[in-house]
């Protein structure tokens, strides 16, 4: 049997090695997303999203774990900022992830940005593709939020759990993170710690006062103890009431869409950045050019205009 025959037959090995070929981008990885995107749409992606240390493994780890017991089947994509044989943290994750069951309802696979942020959300996009394919009913991407969301976790998921705990500061903070305008669903963790009460207050007015952009959904926010999976039905419960009220709004399709219309470009302008590049290497010297700019006889604006003519020309 193929590869991809395998894959269809559920066999969880066969979707470790196509998850592998894409993530790696190993040739042929195209045509095989190519053909998995023809069955494709049934997977709710939630992202898990956060500062360092909020506790979004153990959050993903309850939440599987509670989804597992709904007979839904589960794959998780972990995006873990630093390399996977050093990273403590993510050794963690494995460990603790290997209480699962590997009957094919459950697949777990962590991911290292090593530093290359824009690739990375494409490749966790395609994981999540293979995940849907395979026909998990539900995906969970966990990743870090440190100062500014690195991965584009919006253009990746269908709704966005943001994790606090009352260590990573008020309102005024969570905003200059950049993590208010992502949250679907506030999630604090560690309710167990003090300031828990005052920080889930002090969001809950802050979205309060703070012009909501949604008129079709209020952010809750919710008080979790994930290390006792306290309240992780709670959590749960709000999500899928976002996926629910989203869907009849229309909100869960346009935002699709939208996502796909951004991945279309994006892959266009890779595929147009390249060809044009090997042309244009071919067809200019442009270490003679910036020769030219660092004499001071052309600058980096006329000469890139230049160049955009050069290929224009080329190609009409
Ligand atoms: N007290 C307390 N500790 C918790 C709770 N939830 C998680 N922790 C602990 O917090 C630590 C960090 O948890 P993780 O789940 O690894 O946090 P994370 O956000 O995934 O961390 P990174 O992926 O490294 O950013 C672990 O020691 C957890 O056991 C909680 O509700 N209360
Ligand atoms: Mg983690």
Redesign the pocket.
Known sequence: MSLLERFDEGEIRALSKIVSLIENREEGYEDTLGHLYRKIGNTVRIGVT??????????VNRLVHQLLKDDKRVGVVAV?PTSPFTGG?LL??RVRMNEFPIDGSFYFRSMATRGEVGGLASSTDNVAVAYDAFGFDVTLI?T?GVGQVELDIIDTCDVVVV?VVPESGDAVQTMKAGLMEIADVFCV?????PGSARIVADLRMSLELGNQSRDWWKVPVVA?????G?NIDGLLEKILLYLSVARESGEFERHRRQQLEKKLWALLQDQITKEMQDKLSKMARIDQIVDNILNGNSDPFSASRELFQKWTDSVS
């Open positions: 956060g500062p360092p240390g909020a506790g979004k493994s153990t959050i873990d943290a963690g994750d966990e870090v994790a963790n560690k309710s167990d710690r979790t103890q994930a290390v006792k306290e």
